[in-house]
């Protein structure tokens, strides 16, 4: 089992930053892929970022690609999202996910731990 927490969530204006965090617990040696998603009101779990953490390959969706940045530290099995350039578009739940598959990402589906989520509310 794996053990996911964030935090850093919080309320910002746009054009604003927020960096979360995401510290996991448990079998890690485990885990191939850490993912972030996002999921607001009404609308579907979405993808937002991805790093291998035996690779560092990363992966973003094409809406935050330049404005965030997903990053790991190994030593402290966790994972960060830095987002820059926050936009109202950006407001959602954000959840860590964890994944032993090493060759699929994108989809909620292919992670098998979840956090428990952080909100992220950009005001205009």
């Known amino acids: 089992q794996v053990q996911l927490v964030e935090t850093g969530g919080g309320l910002v204006q746009a054009g604003g930053s927020l960096r979360l965090s995401c510290a996991a617990s448990g079998r890690t040696s485990n885990v191939y892929v850490m993912g972030w998603f996002r999921q607001a009101p009404g609308k579907e779990r979405e993808f937002v970022a991805a790093?291998?953490?035996?690779?560092?390959?990363?992966d973003y969706a094409e809406s935050v690609k330049g404005r965030f940045t997903i990053s790991l530290e190994n030593a402290k099995n966790t994972v960060y999202l830095q987002m820059n350039s926050l936009i109202p578009d950006d407001t959602a739940v954000y959840y860590c996910?964890?994944?032993?598959?090493?060759?699929?990402?994108?989809?909620?589906?292919?992670?098998?731990?979840w956090g428990q989520g952080t909100q992220v509310t950009v005001s205009s």
């Open positions: 996910a964890a994944n032993r598959n090493p060759s699929r990402y994108y989809y909620s589906q292919d992670y098998q731990y």
């Open positions: 790093i291998g953490t035996k690779t560092m390959y990363r």
